[in-house]
């Protein structure tokens, strides 16, 4: 009980507590506090559920050829995006399929937007070399945005 | 943890919307959330997407979190599913030198149920006495401040349950005392 616990081990885990906190930089606790100015209550936040880069390290020892297309899904309870890397360019889809518009999202805020074409489909072009979070707006008022992503 | 109204309110406050109880979220577990990015070894750059993500992920999962003391496994183990995520993407990338190390994969599996227990002690410690808990001075010297934080503890019941629960875990290398 902590109760006994005795002058010195209360100190030690005081201590640790002070370390630990100190460890943690300003600019970490302030990033997380703004993430929240990010999130819009009226956008679903979409997961990612698949990521090629995951399955293929997990598949590795099983089979030696890799797949040379990275493939992303970001998975919401109305829309899934689908993301494939080309090249320099990122072709989407949106599931199930309809017209809307994509916003491209970096730290900065809102870098360009592009349209989703009736079948769902999309090209984000160039890749921001930078993290990046897509927001898909659906004629239909679906609004989702997804996690950030790293190419 | 599992009794402690303040996490309970802090979740509903949060999960509704409110932002001081969302800022205090990220105060409270923030060092959890810290030390585990540190394991995987990302960029500063990293870590702060990691963390940025993670915070986003927890308001969507707060209203489905019935249990607080589910918060901190949860912290820990969306934590490291985005460290390894970015990680990866570095590594395919070629932005880190060598290959994905395995063992650091397997180290930072193996700390993470260690790394909560730790971690919610010091969550419990810094709200036992409030914050900033630095102007109780240096770790060292014992003086009246110091001697009514330690009393303080002493009569936490949080910290009580919470320590109870370590004793029965037996964690590697803590101190074991009285």
């Given at each position: 009980?902590?109760?006994?616990?005795?002058?010195?081990?209360?100190?030690?885990?005081l201590g640790q507590a002070l370390k630990a906190r100190e460890a943690?930089?300003e600019w970490f606790i302030e990033t997380g506090k703004s993430a929240?100015?990010?999130?819009?209550?009226?956008?679903?936040?979409?997961?990612?559920?698949?990521?090629?880069?995951?399955?293929?390290?997990?598949?590795?020892?099983?089979?030696?050829?890799?797949?040379?297309?990275?493939?992303?899904?970001?998975?919401?309870?109305?829309?899934?995006?689908?993301?494939?890397?080309?090249?320099?360019?990122?072709?989407?889809?949106?599931?199930?399929?309809?017209?809307?518009?994509?916003?491209?999202?970096?730290?900065?805020?809102?870098?360009?937007?592009?349209?989703?074409?009736?079948?769902?489909?999309?090209?984000?072009?160039?890749?921001?070399?930078?993290?990046?979070?897509?927001?898909?707006?659906?004629?239909?008022?679906?609004?989702?945005?997804?996690?950030?992503?790293?190419? | 943890?599992?009794?402690?109204?303040?996490?309970?309110?802090?979740?509903?406050?949060?999960?509704?919307?409110?932002?001081?109880?969302?800022?205090?979220?990220?105060?409270?577990?923030?060092?959890?959330?810290?030390?585990?990015?540190?394991?995987?070894?990302?960029?500063?750059?990293?870590?702060?997407?990691?963390?940025q993500n993670v915070w986003l992920l927890l308001v969507e999962q707060?209203?489905?979190?019935?249990?607080?003391?589910?918060?901190?496994?949860?912290?820990?183990?969306?934590?490291?599913?985005?460290?390894?995520?970015?990680?990866?993407?570095?590594?395919?990338?070629?932005?880190?030198?060598?290959?994905?190390?395995?063992?650091?994969?397997?180290?930072?599996?193996?700390?993470?149920?260690?790394?909560?227990?730790?971690?919610?002690?010091?969550?419990?410690?810094?709200?036992?006495?409030?914050?900033?808990?630095?102007?109780?001075?240096?770790?060292?010297?014992?003086?009246?401040?110091?001697?009514?934080?330690?009393?303080?503890?002493?009569?936490?019941?949080?910290?009580?349950?919470?320590?109870?629960?370590?004793?029965?875990?037996?964690?590697?290398?803590?101190?074991?005392?009285?």
């Open positions: 009980m902590v109760r006994d616990w005795d002058d010195d081990r209360l100190l030690a885990a943690v930089p929240f100015a990010w999130h819009n209550i009226d956008a679903e936040l979409a997961q990612l559920t698949y990521d090629s880069e995951l399955d293929r390290r997990a598949v590795a020892v099983l089979r030696s050829e890799t797949a040379s297309i990275r493939a992303l899904t970001f998975t919401s309870a109305h829309l899934t995006l689908e993301l494939e890397v080309t090249g320099n360019s990122l072709l989407g889809q949106a599931l199930p399929p309809r017209a809307g518009e994509l916003e491209i999202q970096t730290k900065a805020g809102v870098v360009s937007t592009t349209e989703v074409d009736e079948i769902g489909c999309f090209s984000v072009d160039p890749i921001p070399d930078c993290p990046f979070r897509l927001r898909c707006r659906t004629a239909d008022g679906t609004d989702v945005l997804t996690g950030w992503i790293t190419i | 943890m599992r009794d402690d109204p303040h996490v309970i309110a802090l979740v509903t406050g949060a999960s509704g919307g409110n932002q001081d109880a969302r800022h205090e979220l990220v105060d409270r577990y923030a060092p959890l959330v810290y030390t585990i990015c540190t394991r995987y070894r990302p960029s500063n750059h990293d870590i702060e997407d990691v963390g707060l209203g489905k979190l019935r249990e607080p003391a589910a918060l901190p496994g949860w912290l820990a183990t969306t934590t490291a599913r985005e460290c390894l995520r970015v990680v990866t993407a570095m590594s395919k990338a070629g932005r880190l030198g060598t290959g994905l190390d395995d063992s650091v994969l397997f180290v930072a599996d193996t700390m993470i149920d260690e790394e909560i227990l730790v971690a919610e002690r010091n969550t419990v410690i810094h709200a036992e006495l409030g914050i900033p808990v630095d102007s109780i001075g240096p770790v060292g010297s014992i003086g009246p401040q110091r001697a009514r934080c330690l009393e303080r503890l002493r009569r936490s019941d949080v910290l009580a349950a919470l320590a109870e629960g370590e004793e029965k875990i037996d964690i590697r290398g803590g101190e074991r005392g009285a």
